[in-house]
């Protein structure tokens, strides 16, 4: 069985300041782990990936996310918040095993206030 | 290279009416999921074909709901005698061997 939790519905952070989105799973199977924008009246474009290489994953748009097994998080940053980057964004979860089953959690809106 | 795309962008149709809502996918992808988004919810997944094995339906809200995948390819969700809570954006994603997701742009049904 595999789940993932976004700890925040909403996020309002000031524009120039550091971005943080939380993230928690679990997972059967080694996970790969998935971060993806929605922008207002647009489609879900993927922002960055976890597959069980380097911990630390650079996405674009200066997104970083690091998975921590220990903790099961996979939290999304961002040292300085622009504008654009209001939006809403989606943790997923794949199992690695052979079905390769897809959960999305609940996503968080973030707002950047000028 | 073309995007995942669907079809139509928008339908709007009466309460008891059937529809059918395509989607392409990437030339190549063998992995095809359908999700549904309600008006500020997050994604419901619905059902997912892989290759050749049979899909997992586990998603489908009822057997109003239906989807087929024709060659490999092309796939058409079906939705019978349509409920006003069907109103939603319709989702399709093909997926790479690395698990990555393309979302289509999505058709937003409305029913009345």
């Known amino acids: 069985a595999q789940s993932v939790t976004q700890l925040d519905s909403h996020v309002s952070v000031s524009e120039g300041t550091p971005v943080l989105l939380r993230c928690n799973y679990s997972?059967?199977?080694?996970?790969?782990l998935f971060w993806y924008v929605q922008h207002p009246n647009k489609g879900l474009q993927l922002l960055l990936k976890y597959t069980s290489a380097a911990t630390l994953v650079k996405g674009i748009n200066g997104f970083e996310a690091e998975f921590k097994k220990s903790e099961t998080s996979f939290h999304l940053t961002k040292p300085s918040a622009h504008m654009s980057d209001a939006a809403e964004y989606f943790c997923v979860v794949t199992d690695s095993g052979g079905y390769q089953k897809v959960t999305f959690g609940t996503g968080t809106k973030l707002q950047v206030i000028p | 290279g073309a995007g995942v795309s669907q079809s139509p962008s928008n339908k709007v149709t009466e309460k008891g009416k059937d529809v059918e809502l395509r989607c392409d996918p990437i030339?190549?992808?063998?992995?095809l999921y359908w999700y549904r988004q309600s008006l500020g919810q997050g994604l419901e997944f619905l059902i997912y074909?892989?290759?050749?094995?049979?899909?997992?339906k586990s998603g489908l809200p009822s057997d109003r709901f239906s989807a087929e995948r024709t060659g490999g390819s092309v796939s058409t969700l079906t939705i019978q005698r349509t409920q006003q809570e069907d109103s939603a954006v319709y989702l399709c994603a093909s997926r790479t061997i690395y698990n990555e997701q393309f979302f289509g742009p999505g058709t937003r049904l409305t029913v009345l």
């Open positions: 030339s190549g992808h063998t992995a």
């Open positions: 074909f892989q290759g050749n094995s049979a899909p997992d």
């Open positions: 997972s059967s199977y080694s996970p790969s």
